[in-house]
Structure formats: C-alpha cells, structure tokens
C-alpha cells in the first residue's frame, strides 16, 4: 500500500461535529485530494496515541491496532470495534514504520 503524505498546506479544512441524532462527535477532514470522515472512537484512539508520545518524556512510539470488543468487555455505548495499544516497544514500531514510510 502507498504511503500518502499531507502536509498542513494539503488540508483544507478540519470540522469536529456531532450530527443531528447522534451523541458522538464526528471529523471531517477536507484534504486537497479527498474528505475523510472520522467517527468518534478513532478520534479517541489517535488522540490518546498522540498524547501518550506527546507527554512522555521519553516516549517515541505507540501501536494501537483494531481489536473487536464484544457487549460484556466494552463499556456501554462504546463502539464495538476499538483501537486498542499494543505490548510493543518504541524500536520495534520506529523499525516498522521506517520500512512502510520507505517503500
């Protein structure tokens, strides 16, 4: 699969909503080239990725990866599938990441 980078000049607009009906936030992203919509599980999960790296002092890595949670293991109105941290470290990922970014 191809890497696609967007920098801050390829995104258009950002809009965090919650749509008519509904209880969770939303993200829209508008980029140069496509709209992506996030709903709010993921927002979560690359939110707590970014802040776990973010406040940690020596932090470099996470993995969360998707993990489907059935009714008894998920709080109440939880989604169903959520992005769950890895036991992995931070080299291992860094190594990972490199080899994706570099194909």
Known sequence: MKVKVYRNEDVKRVIAFIPKGHKHIRLLLELKDQIILFQEATIAGIARAYLSILLHPQRKAVELIQKRLHENERKQGYA???????????SEVLEEVSRIIEK
Do not use: H
């Not at 169903?80 to 931070?90: A, F, G, H, K, V």
């Open 80 to 90: 169903e599938y959520q992005l769950i941290e890895t036991n992995r470290i931070d």
